[in-house]
């Protein structure tokens, strides 16, 4: 049964869509009737603290699974005596971390995560869907591969010194050169990828990550024919196939590279309301990468198809330089590339309902789920002059799919609690789940607090 706050809401929520006029004492009364904030043990906030999170978890996975194969070979297996360092085992050892780092990445894989992840039915027992749920973390299998990758390479560097030094074979003439490089560029590329680093200097980590991967990549390449020798030595070795494996995944994406024409809306100055069809006909909760200068600048944005229409729409709004001058120039053709992705709403269909938390343009990951009704779903968007920014047709069409929609005009009343809002949704809708799709340190607390109360809550975690 629905909660009285809830219902009053529900009930102004309708009215403030069809009639202009602000009512802040309203919503202070609502605010102030959502459930306090409960008190938990120290315990349960630690482990629901975001340094605890499935992503830096499986982060500790793959780096416990390395350092339990080094302990393995310093003192099983003999990878290091005094006769010599085993350089091929060290050399497999980097080339197994970082297929890894590259295949978790790849759009078919992350696909098939999610596509794996979804299959549990909602008859499950809540705690092991909840855990399901947590599959968009898979970047935290990336992130410790390309580490503990990058180490793996530093002692393999050692061990070619060591070699070197002490005239024992194994180090082919001219490599040490090329070694070299490779390690810096893997420093380079891991220290630009330290979140503070990434978040600063965002478009400089883009180009690191492109330009100096694919550099390593052909460094690679040909680091493993010196140490062959031949052709025909390097196509029986392991890391022939390897690295035939990671170029092909890293090639895939841009041999659907194409020029697409578009069509463009911009209800405000804020928002560009973009429709196009590529031939590709994306599922609900996809994303679509694009760019205006394909080896420069790709931004991901959440694909909103419509039932029964062909194509597509993406929402973009201004969030930086490059969303600002996409709207101002409005182009007529955009850069994009691979196959649609799916994202963490994907996620929505291991509950029997759920609830979404949206701020600004969040509403266009949101959009599709809502449209499609595969799962109950209510929403509360918080968002500037939402009919002024986004457009009469885009608000109609939310209260056409969600009717009990709580729209909270922040340019009436002012920015609300989202997590007691959130919280008191649940109670009185009996949603298993919260959806949040807002910026980051307010998609940070809201699924802290919501998961400290004992209800899953999912967002997106910002790792690229």
């Known amino acids: 049964m629905e909660t009285n706050a809830y219902s009053e809401r529900k009930t102004f929520c309708a009215s403030i869509e069809?009639?202009?006029?602000?009512?802040?004492?309203f919503f202070t009364k609502i605010a102030e009737q959502?459930?306090?904030?409960?008190?938990?043990?120290?315990?349960?906030?630690?482990?629901?603290?975001?340094?605890f999170e499935h992503y830096n978890r499986l982060v500790f996975l793959?780096?416990?699974?390395?350092?339990?194969?080094?302990?393995?070979?310093?003192?099983?297996?003999g990878w290091w005596s005094q006769q010599g360092i085993n350089l091929s085992v060290l050399s497999d050892m980097v080339l197994?971390?970082?297929?890894?780092?590259?295949l978790v990445r790849q759009q078919y894989v992350i696909n098939f995560f999610f596509w794996v992840a979804t299959r549990a039915p909602v008859s499950w027992p809540l705690w092991i869907r909840w855990t399901l749920a947590k599959v968009y973390h898979f970047g935290g299998l990336?992130?410790?591969s390309a580490f503990a990758g990058?180490?793996?390479y530093a002692a393999f560097l050692g061990g070619l010194f060591y070699h070197q030094s002490h005239q024992l074979p194994g180090v082919p003439e001219g490599v040490m050169g090329v070694i070299m490089a490779l390690m810096a560029l893997l420093i380079v590329i891991v220290a630009m990828a330290m979140p503070p680093v990434r978040s600063r200097f965002h478009n400089q980590f883009e180009w690191v990550h492109r330009f100096g991967g694919w550099s390593v990549l052909i460094l690679f390449w040909v680091q493993s024919y010196m140490f062959a020798g031949s052709l025909s030595e390097l196509v029986q070795s392991t890391s022939f196939w390897g690295l035939c494996i990671m170029t092909f995944s890293v090639m895939l994406p841009w041999l659907r590279l194409k020029k697409v024409k578009i069509d463009i809306n911009s209800p405000s100055p804020h928002v560009a309301l973009t429709r196009f069809d590529h031939g590709v006909t994306p599922f609900a909760g996809s994303a679509t990468t694009i760019s205006r200068n394909p080896l420069l600048e790709w931004h991901s944005f959440a694909n909103v198809p419509s039932p029964d229409e062909e194509g597509f729409r993406l929402t973009i709004s201004r969030a930086g330089d490059w969303t600002g001058q996409f709207i101002n120039d409005q182009p007529e053709h955009i850069w994009v590339k691979g196959i649609p992705t799916a994202g963490v709403a994907n996620i929505e269909v291991l509950f029997k309902r759920v609830v979404y938390i949206a701020t600004g343009s969040g509403i266009g990951p949101c959009l599709p789920h809502l449209l499609a009704k595969e799962v109950p779903a209510s929403l509360v968007w918080s968002t500037r002059t939402p009919r002024k920014t986004y457009g009469?047709?885009?608000v109609d069409e939310i209260l056409e799919a969600v009717p009990d929609a709580l729209i909270w005009d922040t340019g009436s009343h002012g920015k609300p609690d989202l997590v007691k809002l959130a919280h008191d949704a649940v109670v009185a809708t009996g949603a298993e789940a919260v959806i949040c799709i807002a910026n980051q340190p307010l998609t940070q607390k809201v699924v802290y607090e919501m998961e400290l109360r004992g209800i899953p809550a999912y967002g997106a975690i910002w790792d690229s």
Do not use: C
């Open 18 to 25: 069809h009639e202009e006029r602000s009512n802040k004492m």
């Open 34 to 51: 959502a459930s306090e904030e409960p008190r938990h043990s120290f315990f349960r906030r630690l482990i629901r603290h975001r340094y």
């Open 62 to 77: 793959v780096l416990t699974i390395n350092a339990a194969m080094l302990w393995y070979g310093l003192t099983q297996a």
């Open 96 to 102: 197994a971390n970082f297929a890894v780092a590259v």
């Open 142 to 144: 990336h992130s410790g």
């Open 150 to 152: 990058t180490l793996w």
């Open 392 to 394: 009469d047709e885009l």
